[in-house]
Structures are given as C-alpha cells and as structure tokens.
T-cell receptor
Framework: GENVEQHPSTLSVQEGDSAVIKCTYSDSASNYFPWYKQELGKRPQLIIDIRSNVGEKKDQRIAVTLNKTAKHFSLHITETQPEDSAVYFCAATASGSARQLTFGSGTQLTVLP | EAGVTQSPTHLIKTRGQQATLRCSPISGHTSVYWYQQALGLGLQFLLWYDEGEERNRGNFPPRFSGRQFPNYSSELNVNALELEDSALYLC?????????????FGEGSRLTVL
C-alpha cells in the first residue's frame, strides 16, 4: 500500500518568512495529492490539492509542487502570518479521489510574530 | 448547509468496555470515512463506507467495526477497549467513491480509555 512520509514534524518561522513542508510517497500510481490544515482543536480542512497531470498549483500565498519522477510534493507558504500556525497534513492516493487517502504524519507550523 | 456532525464530543470509558461513536455526513454525501488521530500521530485510516457497504478498512484489529445506515450516517464501534485506543476519532464525508477529491471532516469524538 501507499506510504507517505512528511518532513519536518515541526517548523517555526518568523512572520513574513516562507515555510516549506515536504512529502514523499511510495506508490508510483498515486495521482491525487491534497493538503489539509488543522488548527488547534478544529477539524482538518482542505487548503489546496494537485493532480499528477500538473506540476505546480498556486492559490494566493500557498502553492504546491509535484515531482512525479522523484515521488515527492511540497507545500510552500509565502509571507507567513500568525493565522497560518496549525498542523499541516499531506496525503496521497492512487484513486484520483477522496477515497483511500494515505496521510502523512503532520507538520506543526508555528509562525512567530 | 450543515457540515459533518459527530457525537459524542467526548467519551470516557474503561479498559474492556465498548465505545460507539456516531457520524452524520453532509447532506448528499454517500461516502463516510473514519480516521484515528492519536496524540502526536497523523491521521490513520480506519474504515470507509459507501452506499451502505464497507469498501475498505485500514490496518486495525477486528474489534474496530462499524456500519452505515440507509440515511448514510455511520457508527464506529470499538470493542474490548485498550488504553492505546485513546485518541480523537474523526469522521469525514465525500460525495461518493467517484468524488473528485475533497474530504469534509467533522470536529471529532475524543475517546479516553482509563
């Protein structure tokens, strides 16, 4: 089955700096890669996703890149703000849909004012 | 539109007891997923139901079971509770097995086993 590794487990950045979280996956058939954000005590919510036919996707201050050859994908947050502080989870699936997502172990991002 | 709702919010049990957690998906969603989120760990996939059928289960022992009702709500049962079952149990729903991707999560049920 799919195995997703996520690094780093914790990340602290100064407000305004950029943050990068990286994930690798094992199943070369994986074709859908979402990122979820979980604020303290709240439910995980989808913030961005990318499919295997795209190399990069941006949405305002967040972007995701995908390298299918190396089987890794990354989340980039620019101009970080205190409200970006949360746990971020990457995930992967070969189903192309929400089913059978395998999640990474999460990254606790702290944005220091 | 109401989101995914879970009950109870908190549940305290002792070792060996049984716990039942409930989930109501977003209206129109037919797929329900259960995840375990233990402290410091990621989201571990437990079970997936669609159209009343169990479609897939994660690497958990058989004492974790569940079902999906005709109205697509779902129940997770954990028998013979062990201390390591203490965790946040998250339910999520999606439009169905052909859904394009997004999972909508509930707030979770925190199970504490003493």
């Amino acid at each position: 089955g799919e195995n997703v590794e996520q690094h780093p487990s914790t990340l602290s950045v100064q407000e305004g700096d950029s943050a990068v979280i990286k994930c690798t996956y094992s199943d070369s058939a994986s074709n859908y890669f979402p990122w979820y954000k979980q604020e303290l005590g709240k439910r995980p919510q989808l913030i961005i996703d990318i499919r295997s036919n795209v190399g990069e996707k941006k949405d305002q201050r967040i972007a995701v890149t995908l390298n299918k050859t190396a089987k890794h994908f990354s989340l980039h947050i620019t101009e970080t703000q205190p409200e970006d502080s949360a746990v971020y989870f990457c995930a992967a699936t070969a189903s192309g849909s929400a089913r059978q997502l395998t999640f990474g172990s999460g990254t606790q991002l702290t944005v220091l004012p | 539109e109401a989101g995914v709702t879970q009950s109870p919010t908190h549940l305290i049990k002792t070792r060996g007891q049984q716990a039942t957690l409930r989930c109501s998906p977003i209206s129109g969603h037919t797929s329900v997923y259960w995840y375990q989120q233990a402290l410091g760990l990621g989201l571990q996939f437990l079970l997936w139901y669609d159209e009343g059928e169990e479609r897939n289960r994660g690497n958990f022992p058989p004492r974790f079971s569940g079902r999906q009702f005709p109205n697509y709500s779902s129940e997770l049962n954990v028998n013979a509770l062990e201390l390591e079952d203490s965790a946040l149990y998250l339910c999520a729903s999606s439009l169905g097995w052909q859904s394009t991707g997004e999972l909508f999560f509930g707030e979770g049920s925190r199970l504490t086993v003493l």
